[in-house]
């Protein structure tokens, strides 16, 4: 009986050590008509594991390009960083 207590505190320690406060850098870069124009955002996440801020539609990267009204092609990528 005290293994498993000793098991179950031991895994209650480990996973709530996993969760702590993320902060997600994103540098969105969108080129068009010859002006590229750069904005950094930052988000925090609280409270959660590295997992869940990887799969978090607040912290993903990702290229688009478009075609605008007078035909420029432009470019917009967003490249994000977990720190």
Do not use: W
């Not at 505190?9 to 480990?14: D, G, Q, W, Y």
Request: charged share 20%.
């Amino acid at each position: 009986m005290k293994k498993y207590i000793l098991i179950a505190a031991v895994a209650f320690i480990a996973l709530s050590a996993c969760k702590k406060d993320y902060t997600c850098e994103c540098t969105n870069t969108e080129t068009s008509g010859g002006n590229t124009n750069v904005s950094v955002h930052t988000n925090t996440l609280k409270e959660v594991s590295k997992k869940t801020v990887k799969s978090s539609t607040q912290c993903v990267s990702y290229t688009d390009s478009y075609t605008a009204p007078n035909g420029d092609v432009g470019t917009y990528s967003r490249v994000c960083v977990i720190k």
